[in-house]
């Protein structure tokens, strides 16, 4: 994947949720969507509106959405020099406390750790993406946006 990929990595299933809700609220939200996200000439890249999505979502504490809008703006070019800036912005605006005990621990750190780990072992950027996207996908319960009910204890004993 490049700058010049149009496809994200991972899809807005969070709409989704807002069918289930109310269909006119989806159409309306599905709409400002595609607003935000589709537009046909858009005045910021791909690349630095997911950077900025996902700094005002850290801002926001929605560290699932940090989450993946980091495997996106990965899949659209960001280096890591860029996100070692971006990480260190987050102490800097949030407190090196803030950091320790709310970023360090979540998916969003580990998904950062894991494209540099990747990067220094010279696996290629479409590569990187594929294993974020596997670990830090919809299969990852604390990034995943749809709603899935919970096991009951008979399902989760096989019955």
């Known amino acids: 994947m490049s700058e010049k990929n149009t496809t994200p990595p991972l899809k807005p299933l969070a709409l989704i949720n807002f069918k289930k809700t109310d269909n006119e609220l989806a159409k309306i939200i599905g709409n400002f969507w595609k607003l935000t996200w589709n537009k046909e000439n858009p005045a910021i890249d791909p690349k630095t509106k997911y950077l900025l999505s996902l700094s005002n979502a ?3 504490h929605r560290i699932r959405q ?6 996106k703006a990965y899949a659209f070019g960001t280096t890591v020099a ?15 406390g803030h950091f320790a ?3 360090g621990p979540s998916p969003l750190f580990a998904a950062y ?10 696996l290629s950027r479409k590569q990187i993406a594929q294993q974020l996207v596997e670990n830090f996908g919809e299969k990852n319960k604390d990034v995943t946006t749809g709603y899935a009910p919970a096991k009951s204890q008979n399902q989760t004993q096989g019955e």
């Open 66 to 71: 940090a989450t993946r809008e980091l495997v």
């Open 58 to 60: 850290v801002g926001a």
């Open 101 to 103: 005990s709310e970023i």
């Open 113 to 122: 750790q894991m494209i540099k780990t990747l990067k220094n072992e010279g």
């Open 82 to 96: 860029e996100l070692d800036e971006l990480f260190s912005l987050f102490v800097w605006n949030q407190g090196a």
